[in-house]
């Protein structure tokens, strides 16, 4: 099993320019998440997903979307970029349920420079 | 709302052992997860606790108690590769589904 995989890795763009990262996992998990992690900041939710087809604003959505076309997928468009989404994106990925313990399993990341 | 308060840097000796607390104040409570992420790296699992009390595991200890909302991580006979951020997490029940909230993590950094 890979886990969850990120693509790009690292991205540089200019101001107003648009891109899309891809998010992938083999694991066969319910739900899926798009973190960005800032200096001093920690990790903040920006969109997550419960299952196929379906997703939920998290605490940063702003000059975010989203889409979960396929269970596996789980896609983080930018449709004009500006400085201030320069950071480091992480996507995770759980198991179904909320009840019982459910560990969230990390991408490595993608680091994204908007000039 | 929720928030999550945890020291923002510790330093400790190669051999000791360093706690790392974590306060929070949440609306609803399923569960603490505490996790370690190395500089440029991704964050991974370490514990998780949801009931009061101690879970162990190895080196690394986890202390939880909900009523006063404070949570630690103990790390014993520290290692140089413990030098890390430890990112405390809580699960809100109330949400319906599992997103974690983050607290902006601890840069632990162990010494000589």
Redesign the interface.
Known sequence: NAGVTQTPKFRVLKTGQSMTLLCAQDMNHE?M?W?RQDP??????IH?S?GEGTT?K??VPDGYNVSRLKKQNFLLGLESAAPSQTSVY?CAS?PW???S?????????TRLTVL | GQNIDQP?EMTATEGAIVQINCTYQTSGF??L?WYQQHAG?????LS?N?LDGLEEKGRFSSFLSRSKGYSYLLLKELQMKDSASY?C?VRN?NS??????????TRLSVIA
């Open positions: 739900y998440y973190y001093g900041m920690g990790l903040r939710l997550y419960v939920a998290g605490e992480f759980t349920g909320t009840s313990y459910n560990e969230q399993f990390f991408g490595p990341g | 923002t399923n569960g997860f790296e991704a964050p991974t699992f998780y949801v990112l997490a029940f319906g589904n599992t997103p974690l909230v983050f607290g902006k993590g």
